[in-house]
């Protein structure tokens, strides 16, 4: 199978569970750039950057669209991360390879275990806000994004849910904003890593990325959320075994 034909397919199935399950979908960016496509891990995760962000700007905009972005809240919360994220950026090119691999598939095991405990919670659900706390989720969510190459939705959402109190169709759309602010920031501490990318490999996978995230929002009209974020949790799960075995090899 062609290097186009696996970086379409793979951009493909990552938007539709983008827009499915409003983050997370992207987590698999990173494994597929690296055992589909033969990137190394660090041109994997600046290349992950580049496809979260666009794509994950274009679905912020149908969001926006429909008043589900809260804008002052979710730049708050980004502002928070966005030192993290160059810091983790500038790091990310001095970490170990198997290193970086190990972290990747610890950060998508966790995502994979909190995906299958969590619970669907009631709209009308109250939690006070904790400044600290919010903080402290901004911060630990822009040093993710900016080592590991993720856009960190899986943990966005739910940090915007119940440390901000945030109802869930308003969370999903401002996580794409701090999603977008955070991926940025990493790529500008990034640029020495950029050199070498195959842009003829990104810029397709990017773009069905963006293009799948339009099915993943009807997919999810038609089938239980719930149900889809297990679906993906298993196959997540799956992958950051196979990552972790590969490292530690």
């Given at each position: 199978m062609s290097t186009?034909i696996?970086?379409?397919?793979?951009?493909?199935?990552?938007?539709?569970a983008?827009?499915?399950?409003?983050?997370?979908?992207?987590?698999?960016?990173?494994p597929?750039?690296?055992?589909?496509?033969?990137f190394?891990?660090?041109?994997?995760?600046t290349?992950?950057?580049?496809?979260?962000?666009v794509t994950?700007?274009?679905?912020?905009?149908?969001?926006?669209?429909?008043?589900?972005?809260r804008?002052?809240?979710?730049l708050?919360f980004?502002?928070?991360?966005i030192?993290?994220?160059?810091?983790g950026?500038a790091?990310?090119?001095?970490?170990?390879a198997a290193?970086?691999?190990a972290?990747?598939?610890?950060?998508?095991?966790?995502?994979?275990?909190?995906?299958?405990?969590?619970?669907?919670?009631?709209?009308d659900?109250?939690?006070?806000?904790r400044?600290?706390?919010?903080?402290?989720?901004?911060?630990?969510?822009?040093?993710?994004t900016g080592?590991?190459?993720?856009?960190?939705?899986?943990?966005?959402?739910p940090?915007?849910?119940?440390?901000l109190?945030?109802?869930?169709?308003?969370?999903?759309?401002?996580?794409?904003?701090?999603?977008?602010?955070?991926?940025?920031?990493?790529?500008?501490?990034r640029?020495?890593?950029?050199?070498g990318?195959?842009w003829?490999?990104?810029g397709?996978?990017?773009?069905?990325a963006?293009?799948?995230?339009?099915?993943?929002k009807?997919?999810?009209?038609?089938?239980?959320?719930?149900?889809?974020?297990?679906?993906?949790?298993?196959?997540?799960?799956?992958?950051?075994a196979?990552?972790?075995?590969?490292?530690?090899?």
């Amino acid at each position: 199978m062609s290097t186009l034909i696996l970086a379409l397919a793979a951009g493909a199935v990552i938007g539709l569970a983008l827009g499915a399950l409003g983050g997370g979908g992207s987590v698999l960016a990173v494994p597929a750039l690296i055992y589909l496509l033969g990137f190394t891990p660090v041109a994997a995760t600046t290349a992950s950057l580049v496809i979260v962000a666009v794509t994950s700007a274009t679905a912020m905009s149908a969001h926006a669209r429909d008043g589900n972005v809260r804008w002052r809240t979710g730049l708050l919360f980004a502002a928070a991360g966005i030192g993290p994220a160059m810091l983790g950026g500038a790091l990310a090119g001095r970490v170990p390879a198997a290193v970086l691999t190990a972290a990747f598939a610890v950060v998508a095991g966790a995502a994979a275990l909190r995906m299958l405990r969590s619970r669907p919670r009631a709209a009308d659900t109250v939690v006070p806000v904790r400044p600290g706390r919010a903080a402290a989720a901004g911060a630990g969510l822009g040093a993710v994004t900016g080592v590991l190459g993720v856009g960190g939705g899986f943990l966005a959402v739910p940090a915007l849910v119940n440390v901000l109190g945030m109802r869930m169709r308003y969370a999903v759309g401002t996580s794409l904003l701090v999603i977008t602010v955070n991926s940025l920031a990493a790529l500008a501490m990034r640029t020495g890593t950029a050199d070498g990318l195959d842009w003829a490999v990104i810029g397709p996978f990017a773009g069905a990325a963006i293009l799948g995230a339009w099915d993943g929002k009807r997919l999810a009209t038609k089938i239980s959320g719930h149900t889809l974020q297990r679906v993906f949790a298993l196959a997540l799960l799956a992958v950051a075994a196979f990552m972790l075995i590969d490292a530690a090899a």
